[in-house]
Nanobody, 127 residues
Framework: QVQLVESGGGSVQAGGSLRLSCAASGYIYRSCMGWFRQAPGKERERVASIDRDGTTSYAASVKGRFTISEDNAKRTLYLQMNSLKPEDTAMYYC??????????????????????WGQGTQVTVSS
């Protein structure tokens, strides 16, 4: 049974940092790993993703502040979040999936790329 378990969320003041972790268990065939977030009353949005070659991609709103990485030996995905802003407040979800191909290229940028989801960890940033 596939499980993705997030940790590391919490409350922090604006300008602070948090590091989220996502531990994976069970067999997962995946070409894409990613972090998504959903704020109250808003749709879930992609924050960052990493493909099987280690290529990373970020939402414009977090580029330069967040860093996605993974430790394959530990089967753990990370999201380092620096210079946090109140608008970063949301439930953060880890995801894994096979991705999809378009024009011969692997895509990890949309929710359709992901088949497995964690339960989420709350991040709250106060001003």
């Amino acid at each position: 049974q596939v499980q993705l378990v997030e940790s590391g969320g919490g409350s922090v003041q604006a300008g602070g940092s948090l590091r989220l972790s996502c531990a994976a268990s069970g067999y997962i065939y995946r070409s894409c790993m990613g972090w998504f977030r959903q704020a109250p009353g808003k749709e879930r949005e992609r924050v960052a993703s990493i493909d099987r070659d280690g290529t990373t991609s970020y939402a414009a709103s977090v580029k330069g502040r967040f860093t996605i990485s993974e430790d394959n030996a530990k089967r753990t995905l990370y999201l380092q979040m620096n210079s946090l802003k109140p608008e970063d407040t949301a439930m953060y979800y880890c995801a894994a999936g096979a991705g999809y191909y378009s024009a011969g290229a692997l895509h990890c940028s949309s929710q359709r790329s992901f088949d497995y989801w964690g339960q989420g960890t709350q991040v709250t940033v106060s001003s």
